[in-house]
């Protein structure tokens, strides 16, 4: 599936964005591209809800399997899904005060949240996640549940992967925010 990187610095007509720069524009079309990939998990995740919600009331007969099929495929969406939204802007904000504010004061605020915020959690969340994939790969954890699923590891494995990639995209926004602020990087746009 071909995505349009064209548009990657489409801005909102009420907002005004940091500018991008080769780093960020680089990111954004990686980003994009993993997006129309892992965005097949929400078909996928819909038709084994649906497959398991009629064998249950229509054949009298659940899976366990199919249920925890639903949560990996629900954490794959969701971790790959925080990274995207970090790379394009469109987290969650405090808009009744962002909005209000000049384009400088927004990025001064980004960079602290950066900075003291944002890298300290996700490299705390790395730290610790990496041993516990390592131990349940070490142990070939397996689901507790009678006919669950084998190699708990690879689901678990998800996390640093995408907590990896969120580092990414917030060096990327790091980027954007001292082109904004500093003139360096240099602004693509």
């Known amino acids: 599936m071909a995505i349009d990187t064209s548009k990657v610095s489409e801005v909102l007509p009420h907002q005004e964005r940091l500018p991008h720069t080769a780093l960020s524009l680089m990111t954004r079309r990686g980003f994009l591209r993993l997006a129309g990939y892992v965005s097949w998990v929400w078909f996928l995740l819909i038709a084994v809800v649906v497959a398991n919600v009629t064998m249950r009331y229509l054949f009298g007969e659940g899976r366990v399997e199919f249920e925890e099929v639903q949560w990996h495929l629900y954490a794959i969406g969701f971790l790959f899904a925080i990274t995207s939204c970090m790379d394009a802007d469109d987290h969650i904000r ?3 005060f962002h909005d209000r504010m000049s384009l400088d004061a927004r990025a001064w605020i980004e960079l602290y949240g950066l900075v003291l915020l944002f890298f300290p959690f996700v490299l705390t969340l790395l730290v610790f996640s990496l041993p516990f994939v ?3 790969w070490s142990i070939a954890e397996i689901s507790d549940a009678p006919g669950g699923l084998p190699y708990r590891w690879a689901i678990k494995a998800v996390l640093p992967i995408s ?6 995209a917030g060096v990327s926004r ?3 925010v001292f082109a904004q602020l500093f003139g360096w990087p240099v602004r693509v746009n």
């Open 174 to 176: 790091l980027s954007r």
């Open 134 to 136: 390592e131990y349940s």
């Open 163 to 168: 907590l990896v990639l969120l580092l990414v």
């Open 94 to 96: 405090v808009d009744i």
